[in-house]
């Protein structure tokens, strides 16, 4: 059974603090990874993907992937209260679909 | 250019009455997916579709029905609605295998009473 982990959380922050977002998978032959946001209430929106080794950045948000350690983990600069959701983490195996991660909720507060 | 379009947008059905979810995509994407998200939890593949005329089943496909006429549709079938059905619905397309994540639509949020 091929696995996306994710804490759940909740994950509180202060408002312009670095938010730190981890996942971890469990297929090593995993080739493309998603970062979606989802307000409460609302369907799911593709915020950042990352295919490499390493970071990928924009604007306030940065992907980091470590294909070695299996790990995908997503930075938010500067966090605003608007920034309070639930993230999901996904990835794809190289099959028809991706798996998500039951998201961590992220809190922002002023 | 409208994306993933679901209807309806909340539904409340009966015990044993069925129900047909619609969803339409206006992208020409090859890849749709049925998902339901239950308060608090992840997102649980229903069926998913590589193209028009095929169809398969993801991890929790008992209950459900699709069919894929066309690129742009892919209907979700419920069959005798049971309480365990009870949870938020989202379609979502993707022009390619796992290359480019997957758009949703707004969702169709159903209770069976």
């Known amino acids: 059974q091929k696995e996306v982990e994710q804490n759940s959380g909740p994950l509180s922050v202060p408002e312009g603090a670095i938010a730190s977002l981890n996942c971890t998978y469990s297929d090593r032959g995993s080739q493309s990874f998603f970062w979606y946001r989802q307000y409460s209430g609302k369907s799911p929106e593709l915020i950042m993907s990352i295919y490499s080794n390493g970071d990928k950045e924009d604007g306030r948000f940065t992907a980091q992937l470590n294909k070695a350690s299996q790990y995908v983990s997503l930075l938010i600069r500067d966090s605003q209260p608007s920034d309070s959701a639930t993230y999901l983490c996904a990835v794809n195996d190289n099959t028809d679909k991706l798996i998500f991660g039951t998201g961590t909720r992220l809190q922002v507060f002023p | 250019n409208a994306g993933v379009t679901q209807t309806p947008k909340f539904r409340i059905l009966k015990i044993g009455q069925s129900m047909t979810l619609q969803c339409t995509q206006d992208?020409?994407?090859?890849?749709m997916y049925w998902y339901r998200q239950d308060p608090g939890m992840g997102l649980k593949l229903i069926y998913y579709s590589v193209g028009a005329g095929i169809t398969d089943k993801g991890e929790v496909p008992n209950g459900y029905n699709v069919s894929r006429s066309t690129t742009e549709d892919f209907p979700l079938r419920l069959e005798l609605a049971a309480p365990s059905q009870t949870s938020v619905y989202f379609c979502a397309s993707s022009p390619a295998q796992g290359i480019y994540g997957y758009t949703f639509g707004s969702g169709t949020r159903l209770t069976v009473v």
């Open positions: 992208m020409n994407h090859n890849y």
